[in-house]
Protein backbone atom coordinates (compact mmCIF):
# COMPACT_ATOMS: atom_id res chain seq x y z
CA UNK A 1 0.00 0.00 0.00
CA UNK A 2 2.87 2.51 0.45
CA UNK A 3 4.63 1.90 -3.05
CA UNK A 4 0.66 2.32 -4.24
CA UNK A 5 0.72 6.15 -2.22
CA UNK A 6 4.27 6.69 -3.55
CA UNK A 7 3.11 5.74 -6.93
CA UNK A 8 0.15 8.01 -6.37
CA UNK A 9 2.57 11.32 -5.68
CA UNK A 10 4.21 10.63 -8.79
CA UNK A 11 1.40 10.32 -11.00
CA UNK A 12 0.80 14.30 -9.84
CA UNK A 13 3.63 15.43 -12.38
CA UNK A 14 1.22 13.92 -15.43
CA UNK A 15 -1.65 15.84 -14.37
CA UNK A 16 -1.61 18.64 -16.71
CA UNK A 17 -3.37 18.94 -20.13
CA UNK A 18 -1.41 21.21 -23.04
CA UNK A 19 -2.25 21.89 -26.86
CA UNK A 20 -2.70 17.96 -27.95
CA UNK A 21 -6.21 18.03 -25.91
CA UNK A 22 -6.86 20.95 -28.40
CA UNK A 23 -5.65 18.34 -31.35
CA UNK A 24 -7.47 15.68 -30.09
CA UNK A 25 -10.22 18.31 -30.49
CA UNK A 26 -10.34 19.31 -33.96
CA UNK A 27 -9.83 15.69 -34.79
CA UNK A 28 -12.78 14.28 -33.14
CA UNK A 29 -14.90 16.86 -34.88
CA UNK A 30 -13.49 16.93 -38.22
CA UNK A 31 -13.56 12.93 -37.84
CA UNK A 32 -17.23 13.00 -37.06
CA UNK A 33 -18.11 15.67 -39.76
CA UNK A 34 -16.40 13.93 -41.98
CA UNK A 35 -18.27 10.39 -40.89
CA UNK A 36 -21.50 12.12 -41.48
CA UNK A 37 -20.90 13.66 -45.04
CA UNK A 38 -19.64 10.19 -45.95
CA UNK A 39 -22.98 8.37 -44.28
CA UNK A 40 -25.08 11.17 -46.08
CA UNK A 41 -23.60 10.24 -49.40
CA UNK A 42 -23.60 6.65 -48.55
CA UNK A 43 -27.33 6.49 -47.77
CA UNK A 44 -27.99 7.67 -51.44
CA UNK A 45 -26.49 4.67 -52.93
CA UNK A 46 -28.33 2.12 -50.65
CA UNK A 47 -29.45 2.26 -46.89
CA UNK A 48 -27.50 -1.00 -45.89
CA UNK A 49 -24.31 0.52 -47.40
CA UNK A 50 -25.11 4.07 -45.32
CA UNK A 51 -25.50 2.07 -42.34
CA UNK A 52 -21.96 0.05 -42.63
CA UNK A 53 -20.75 4.23 -43.47
CA UNK A 54 -22.36 4.53 -39.31
CA UNK A 55 -19.36 2.88 -37.76
CA UNK A 56 -17.13 5.77 -38.63
CA UNK A 57 -19.64 8.18 -37.01
CA UNK A 58 -19.21 5.73 -33.86
CA UNK A 59 -15.71 5.36 -33.77
CA UNK A 60 -15.06 9.61 -33.47
CA UNK A 61 -18.55 9.53 -30.79
CA UNK A 62 -16.42 7.07 -28.61
CA UNK A 63 -13.66 9.50 -29.11
CA UNK A 64 -15.91 12.11 -28.19
CA UNK A 65 -16.88 11.05 -25.02
CA UNK A 66 -13.35 10.63 -23.81
CA UNK A 67 -12.90 14.42 -24.76
CA UNK A 68 -15.85 14.77 -22.77
CA UNK A 69 -14.91 12.38 -19.75
CA UNK A 70 -11.83 14.56 -19.82
CA UNK A 71 -13.45 18.07 -19.57
CA UNK A 72 -15.64 16.48 -16.59
CA UNK A 73 -12.52 15.50 -14.17
CA UNK A 74 -10.60 18.77 -15.87
CA UNK A 75 -8.08 17.28 -17.40
CA UNK A 76 -8.99 18.44 -21.05
CA UNK A 77 -8.11 22.09 -20.24
CA UNK A 78 -6.50 23.96 -16.95
CA UNK A 79 -8.98 26.60 -17.99
CA UNK A 80 -12.21 25.29 -15.82
CA UNK A 81 -14.64 27.47 -18.07
CA UNK A 82 -13.00 26.00 -21.44
CA UNK A 83 -13.83 22.74 -20.00
CA UNK A 84 -17.29 23.51 -19.44
CA UNK A 85 -17.78 24.55 -22.71
CA UNK A 86 -16.34 21.95 -24.83
CA UNK A 87 -17.92 19.56 -22.38
CA UNK A 88 -20.92 21.10 -22.79
CA UNK A 89 -20.54 21.03 -26.80
CA UNK A 90 -19.53 17.34 -26.81
CA UNK A 91 -22.31 16.28 -24.30
CA UNK A 92 -24.98 17.37 -27.29
CA UNK A 93 -23.57 15.12 -29.64
CA UNK A 94 -22.70 12.32 -26.99
CA UNK A 95 -26.82 12.96 -25.99
CA UNK A 96 -25.53 13.01 -22.21
CA UNK A 97 -26.15 16.39 -20.36
CA UNK A 98 -22.12 17.10 -19.28
CA UNK A 99 -22.51 19.03 -15.56
CA UNK A 100 -25.08 16.28 -14.55
CA UNK A 101 -23.00 13.67 -15.52
CA UNK A 102 -19.62 15.51 -14.15
CA UNK A 103 -21.29 15.31 -10.87
CA UNK A 104 -22.41 11.84 -10.77
CA UNK A 105 -19.10 10.77 -12.18
CA UNK A 106 -16.60 12.77 -9.64
CA UNK A 107 -19.01 10.57 -7.03
CA UNK A 108 -18.46 7.43 -8.50
CA UNK A 109 -14.56 7.95 -8.06
CA UNK A 110 -15.27 9.24 -4.91
CA UNK A 111 -17.07 6.05 -3.51
CA UNK A 112 -15.63 3.17 -5.98
CA UNK A 113 -15.68 -0.34 -4.25
CA UNK A 114 -17.91 1.41 -0.51
CA UNK A 115 -21.06 -0.54 0.13
CA UNK A 116 -22.39 1.80 2.02
CA UNK A 117 -21.78 5.06 -0.80
CA UNK A 118 -23.01 3.12 -4.27
CA UNK A 119 -25.63 4.43 -6.45
CA UNK A 120 -23.96 7.64 -7.97
CA UNK A 121 -22.72 6.99 -11.68
CA UNK A 122 -22.11 3.26 -10.95
CA UNK A 123 -23.64 0.00 -12.71
CA UNK A 124 -26.80 -0.83 -10.92
CA UNK A 125 -25.13 -3.61 -7.88
CA UNK A 126 -26.82 -5.62 -5.64
CA UNK A 127 -25.73 -7.76 -2.75
CA UNK A 128 -27.21 -11.35 -2.09
CA UNK A 129 -29.35 -10.22 0.93
CA UNK A 130 -30.25 -7.25 -0.93
CA UNK A 131 -31.20 -8.96 -3.60
CA UNK A 132 -33.14 -11.80 -1.58
CA UNK A 133 -35.07 -9.33 0.23
CA UNK A 134 -36.27 -7.65 -2.41
CA UNK A 135 -40.06 -7.48 -4.05
CA UNK A 136 -40.17 -9.61 -6.92
CA UNK A 137 -40.57 -7.03 -9.20
CA UNK A 138 -37.18 -5.35 -8.19
CA UNK A 139 -35.45 -8.78 -9.21
CA UNK A 140 -36.90 -9.12 -12.38
CA UNK A 141 -35.95 -5.90 -13.32
CA UNK A 142 -32.29 -6.33 -11.67
CA UNK A 143 -31.92 -9.83 -13.94
CA UNK A 144 -32.74 -8.16 -17.17
CA UNK A 145 -30.62 -5.03 -16.01
CA UNK A 146 -27.36 -7.52 -15.79
CA UNK A 147 -28.70 -10.37 -18.34
CA UNK A 148 -25.49 -9.96 -21.20
CA UNK A 149 -28.23 -9.69 -23.98
CA UNK A 150 -29.46 -6.57 -22.47
CA UNK A 151 -25.83 -5.12 -21.51
CA UNK A 152 -24.81 -6.05 -25.07
CA UNK A 153 -27.86 -4.57 -27.07
CA UNK A 154 -30.53 -2.38 -25.89
CA UNK A 155 -29.38 -1.72 -22.55
CA UNK A 156 -27.11 1.19 -23.54
CA UNK A 157 -28.64 2.76 -26.51
CA UNK A 158 -31.77 3.01 -24.13
CA UNK A 159 -29.18 4.88 -21.92
CA UNK A 160 -28.21 7.48 -24.01
CA UNK A 161 -31.43 8.04 -26.28
CA UNK A 162 -33.76 8.33 -23.03
CA UNK A 163 -32.67 7.65 -19.47
CA UNK A 164 -30.04 10.59 -19.91
CA UNK A 165 -32.57 12.91 -20.70
CA UNK A 166 -33.95 12.43 -17.04
CA UNK A 167 -32.98 14.64 -14.15
CA UNK A 168 -31.93 11.39 -11.60
CA UNK A 169 -28.78 11.58 -10.02
CA UNK A 170 -27.74 15.22 -8.44
CA UNK A 171 -30.33 17.02 -10.44
CA UNK A 172 -32.72 15.82 -8.24
CA UNK A 173 -31.88 17.81 -5.87
CA UNK A 174 -30.29 20.71 -7.72
CA UNK A 175 -32.27 23.15 -9.70
CA UNK A 176 -29.14 24.09 -11.84
CA UNK A 177 -28.26 21.17 -13.07
CA UNK A 178 -31.71 20.24 -13.91
CA UNK A 179 -32.07 23.27 -15.95
CA UNK A 180 -29.12 22.70 -17.54
CA UNK A 181 -30.36 18.66 -18.37
CA UNK A 182 -33.25 20.51 -19.72
CA UNK A 183 -31.41 22.63 -21.81
CA UNK A 184 -28.88 19.78 -23.09
CA UNK A 185 -32.01 18.04 -24.34
CA UNK A 186 -33.36 21.16 -25.63
CA UNK A 187 -29.80 21.33 -27.90
CA UNK A 188 -29.86 18.08 -28.91
CA UNK A 189 -34.04 18.52 -30.28
CA UNK A 190 -32.39 21.30 -32.35
CA UNK A 191 -29.35 19.12 -33.15
CA UNK A 192 -31.61 16.23 -34.53
CA UNK A 193 -33.57 18.66 -36.19
CA UNK A 194 -31.25 20.05 -38.40
CA UNK A 195 -29.68 16.51 -39.43
CA UNK A 196 -33.22 15.45 -40.45
CA UNK A 197 -33.55 18.40 -42.57
CA UNK A 198 -30.17 17.60 -43.97
CA UNK A 199 -30.05 14.07 -44.46
CA UNK A 200 -34.00 12.98 -44.51
CA UNK A 201 -35.33 11.10 -41.24
CA UNK A 202 -35.12 7.84 -42.16
CA UNK A 203 -31.77 7.85 -43.47
CA UNK A 204 -30.61 10.02 -40.12
CA UNK A 205 -32.67 7.87 -37.53
CA UNK A 206 -30.61 4.80 -39.01
CA UNK A 207 -27.23 6.60 -39.41
CA UNK A 208 -27.79 7.79 -35.76
CA UNK A 209 -29.10 4.23 -33.91
CA UNK A 210 -26.62 2.16 -35.77
CA UNK A 211 -23.90 5.05 -34.23
CA UNK A 212 -25.18 5.29 -30.90
CA UNK A 213 -25.57 1.52 -31.02
CA UNK A 214 -21.95 1.06 -32.38
CA UNK A 215 -20.81 3.20 -29.88
CA UNK A 216 -22.55 2.64 -26.53
CA UNK A 217 -22.69 -0.97 -26.31
CA UNK A 218 -18.51 -1.28 -26.44
CA UNK A 219 -18.50 2.04 -23.88
CA UNK A 220 -21.52 0.49 -21.44
CA UNK A 221 -19.39 -3.16 -21.91
CA UNK A 222 -16.06 -1.89 -20.86
CA UNK A 223 -17.18 0.34 -18.06
CA UNK A 224 -19.19 -2.90 -16.69
CA UNK A 225 -15.56 -4.78 -17.02
CA UNK A 226 -13.48 -2.23 -15.68
CA UNK A 227 -15.63 -2.93 -11.92
CA UNK A 228 -17.32 -5.70 -12.11
CA UNK A 229 -14.81 -8.28 -12.42
CA UNK A 230 -13.92 -11.58 -10.72
CA UNK A 231 -11.74 -10.44 -7.47
CA UNK A 232 -12.99 -6.85 -7.49
CA UNK A 233 -12.96 -4.56 -4.20
CA UNK A 234 -15.86 -3.83 -2.25
CA UNK A 235 -15.64 -2.79 1.58
CA UNK A 236 -18.37 -1.18 4.03
CA UNK A 237 -17.24 2.32 4.33
CA UNK A 238 -15.83 1.87 7.36
CA UNK A 239 -13.10 -0.65 5.81
CA UNK A 240 -13.14 1.45 2.91
CA UNK A 241 -9.72 3.27 1.31
CA UNK A 242 -9.27 5.10 -1.39
CA UNK A 243 -5.96 3.90 -2.98
CA UNK A 244 -6.86 0.38 -2.66
CA UNK A 245 -10.38 0.83 -3.96
CA UNK A 246 -8.92 2.34 -6.70
CA UNK A 247 -6.65 -0.46 -7.81
CA UNK A 248 -8.05 -3.31 -6.86
CA UNK A 249 -11.72 -2.48 -8.06
CA UNK A 250 -10.45 -1.25 -11.31
CA UNK A 251 -9.37 -3.53 -13.93
CA UNK A 252 -6.85 -3.20 -16.67
CA UNK A 253 -7.61 -4.13 -20.15
CA UNK A 254 -5.44 -4.41 -23.28
CA UNK A 255 -7.01 -3.60 -26.39
CA UNK A 256 -5.38 -3.82 -29.38
CA UNK A 257 -3.79 -0.16 -30.83
CA UNK A 258 -6.41 1.37 -32.75
CA UNK A 259 -9.18 0.24 -30.05
CA UNK A 260 -6.92 1.38 -27.66
CA UNK A 261 -6.91 4.74 -29.61
CA UNK A 262 -10.40 4.55 -30.01
CA UNK A 263 -11.27 4.19 -26.66
CA UNK A 264 -8.55 6.91 -25.44
CA UNK A 265 -6.39 4.45 -23.11
CA UNK A 266 -9.45 3.98 -20.58
CA UNK A 267 -8.22 0.65 -20.40
CA UNK A 268 -5.50 1.68 -17.90
CA UNK A 269 -8.05 2.31 -15.56
CA UNK A 270 -6.32 1.51 -12.39
CA UNK A 271 -3.95 4.45 -13.40
CA UNK A 272 -7.14 6.87 -13.81
CA UNK A 273 -8.98 6.12 -11.15
CA UNK A 274 -5.66 6.65 -8.71
CA UNK A 275 -5.48 10.27 -10.56
CA UNK A 276 -8.10 11.01 -12.71
CA UNK A 277 -6.46 14.31 -13.76
CA UNK A 278 -4.39 12.91 -15.94
CA UNK A 279 -5.52 13.29 -19.81
CA UNK A 280 -6.08 10.25 -21.76
CA UNK A 281 -3.38 10.49 -24.03
CA UNK A 282 -1.06 10.84 -21.08
CA UNK A 283 -2.13 7.26 -19.29
CA UNK A 284 0.17 5.23 -20.79
CA UNK A 285 3.18 7.44 -19.73
CA UNK A 286 2.10 7.66 -16.22
CA UNK A 287 2.09 3.79 -16.31
CA UNK A 288 5.57 3.28 -17.71
CA UNK A 289 6.93 5.84 -15.30
CA UNK A 290 5.34 3.69 -12.55
CA UNK A 291 6.04 0.01 -13.57
CA UNK A 292 5.27 -0.81 -9.44
CA UNK A 293 1.54 0.44 -10.29
CA UNK A 294 -0.70 -3.04 -11.07
CA UNK A 295 -4.28 -2.81 -11.55
CA UNK A 296 -6.03 -6.06 -9.15
CA UNK A 297 -7.03 -7.81 -12.55
CA UNK A 298 -6.15 -7.58 -16.51
CA UNK A 299 -8.61 -8.10 -19.05
CA UNK A 300 -8.48 -9.13 -22.68
CA UNK A 301 -11.21 -8.92 -25.09
CA UNK A 302 -11.58 -12.24 -24.83
CA UNK A 303 -12.14 -12.46 -21.29
CA UNK A 304 -14.11 -9.50 -20.97
CA UNK A 305 -17.41 -11.20 -22.10
CA UNK A 306 -17.14 -13.62 -18.83
CA UNK A 307 -17.64 -10.46 -17.04
CA UNK A 308 -21.52 -10.18 -17.23
CA UNK A 309 -21.54 -13.24 -14.76
CA UNK A 310 -20.65 -11.28 -11.86
CA UNK A 311 -24.43 -10.10 -10.62
CA UNK A 312 -24.41 -10.05 -6.82
CA UNK A 313 -21.78 -9.65 -4.18
CA UNK A 314 -22.00 -12.26 -1.36
CA UNK A 315 -20.84 -10.38 1.73
CA UNK A 316 -20.00 -13.54 3.45
CA UNK A 317 -17.51 -14.34 0.34
CA UNK A 318 -16.04 -11.26 -0.39
CA UNK A 319 -16.72 -12.39 -4.46
CA UNK A 320 -19.11 -11.83 -7.07
CA UNK A 321 -22.07 -14.87 -7.44
CA UNK A 322 -24.26 -16.08 -10.20
CA UNK A 323 -28.14 -15.61 -9.38
CA UNK A 324 -28.48 -19.23 -9.09
CA UNK A 325 -25.82 -19.51 -6.80
CA UNK A 326 -27.54 -16.75 -4.71
CA UNK A 327 -30.97 -18.64 -4.73
CA UNK A 328 -29.06 -21.90 -3.60
CA UNK A 329 -27.32 -19.92 -0.65
CA UNK A 330 -28.76 -20.76 3.09
CA UNK A 331 -29.87 -16.94 3.15
CA UNK A 332 -32.82 -17.73 0.33
Known amino acids: MRAATTARDRLHEFEHSNWR ?36 IAVFLVRAFILFHDCGHGSFSSSRRANGRVGSFLGVLVFTPYRRWTRDHARHHATVGDLDRRGSGDVWMMTVEEFLAAPARTRRWYRVYHHSAFIA ?32 NLAIVGYVAMMTVAMGPVHFVVAQLVALAAAGIPAVCLFYAQHYFEGTYWRRHAEWDYVEASLAGSSRIMLPRFL ?73
Open 21 to 56: SWGQLAQTTGGLAGSWLLTAVAMHVSIWLGALASLA
Open 260 to 332: QWVTGNIGYHHVHHLAPRIPNYLLPEAQAACPDLQAGCTLTLRTVFSVPRTNLWDEDKSCYVTFAEAECSPAA
Open 153 to 184: SIGPVLKFLFFERLSTGCAKHDPRIRREVRLT
